[in-house]
């Protein structure tokens, strides 16, 4: 969906470095979304945003840390890149409550060596 | 915790129905059901939502029994661009499982 985008779209990481993964979205939503999601399995949410102030855990967010600087904009930093860290993540945007329908960024394919 | 279960993957022949269950069981008062569709490299996309009873859209139908303890999803005739996997959520802590992958053959 072009109204979410995501920076890079494919990156290649040594061990221990620091990368941030950014999205950005022109829906005018004000909840956002990390997820990742590895071969064969399903989508795992890392971190999730309802507003500018507001900041929660997903299911997997060890190792890992956001920042909304907008409401447009939510960034995902690896602080210390691992390779189990390689999977393909994704950022979402919705309005409304939980129930909101999701819109969901091209994806970023992330591979840590 | 409302997790859900779905199968892993299911064969169909185009133009044929195909109808994926998922289980639900704690499911909460305040939950929706929700499914999404995805490409391989794409982000998943939403097809349909529904709280009770069924749901139909132009591309799918949702039926939920009384008990809200599962659901199925309808695709009416599909085609060979419907093979995807498909993610059934309960909208409690955003939780897609590993979904359905659905192939669809000539």
């Known amino acids: 969906d072009a109204d979410v985008t995501q920076t890079p779209r494919n990156r290649i990481t040594k061990t221990g470095k620091r990368i941030m993964l950014e999205c950005s979205q022109t829906?005018?939503?004000?909840?956002m979304y990390w997820y990742r999601q590895d071969p064969g399995l399903g989508l795992r949410l890392i971190y999730y945003s309802f507003d500018v102030k507001d900041i929660n855990k997903g299911e997997i967010s060890d190792g890992y840390s956001v920042s909304r600087q907008a409401q447009a904009k939510f960034s995902l930093s690896l602080e210390s890149a691992i390779p189990n860290q390689t999977a393909l993540y994704f950022c979402?945007?919705?309005?409304?409550?939980?129930?909101?329908?999701?819109?969901f960024g091209p994806g970023t394919r992330l591979t840590v060596t | 915790l409302a997790k859900t279960t779905q199968p892993i993957s299911m064969d169909s022949y185009e133009g044929q129905e195909v109808n994926i269950t998922c289980s639900h069981n704690?499911?909460?008062?305040?939950?929706?059901i929700t499914w999404y569709q995805q490409f391989p490299s794409q982000g998943p996309r939403f097809i349909i939502q529904g709280y009770k009873t069924k749901v139909t859209n132009e591309v799918a139908s949702l039926f939920i029994p009384a008990d809200r303890k599962s659901s199925t999803l309808s695709l009416p005739r599909v085609s060979l661009s419907d093979t995807a996997v498909y993610y059934c959520l309960v909208t409690d802590k955003l939780i897609f499982g590993t979904g359905t992958r659905l192939q669809v053959f000539p």
């Open positions: 704690n499911i909460a008062t305040n939950d929706y």
């Open positions: 979402a945007t919705s309005d409304g409550g939980l129930n909101a329908e999701q819109y």
């Open positions: 829906k005018g939503h004000d909840r």
